[in-house]
Nanobody, 125 residues
Framework: QVQLAESGGGLVQAGGSLRLSCAAS????????MGWFRQAPGKEREFVAA????????DYADAVKGRFTISSDNAKNTVYLQMNSLKPEDTAVYYC??????????????????WGQGTQVTVSS
């Protein structure tokens, strides 16, 4: 069983920055791609960003392009989401997820078999 644990969420003013981390533990997949998703109150969960195992492919939702950056440190089994220029509409619970199709940076929830519990990000105006 793969466990994913997010951290780094919190309350920040609009225009500020946060860096989320997601650490994998347990029976870690030898290779995996990773994604970040978010769910705002009353809305469905949506894709934010993804990165392939080698880091050669990344994908971002249009709403975060140019503001968020996904990166990974495979030696530490950790993926990061650097969030800059935060807006109130970025307020959500952020989830990381692991995808065994390690060569792809995918936006589809159904591709991800392992999920963390989420971390709350609140951006005040």
């Amino acid at each position: 069983q793969v466990q994913l644990a997010e951290s780094g969420g919190g309350l920040v003013q609009a225009g500020g920055s946060l860096r989320l981390s997601c650490a994998a533990s347990g029976r870690t997949l030898s290779r995996r791609s990773m994604g970040w998703f978010r769910q705002a109150p009353g809305k469905e969960r949506e894709f934010v960003a993804a990165i392939s195992w080698a880091g050669s492919s990344t994908d971002y939702a249009d709403a975060v392009k140019g503001r968020f950056t996904i990166s990974s440190d495979n030696a530490k089994n950790t993926v990061y989401l650097q969030m800059n220029s935060l807006k109130p509409e970025d307020t959500a619970v952020y989830y990381c997820a692991a995808n065994p199709r390690y060569w792809l940076a995918e936006a589809y929830e159904s591709s991800y078999g392992y999920w963390g519990q989420g971390t709350q990000v609140t951006v005040s105006s």
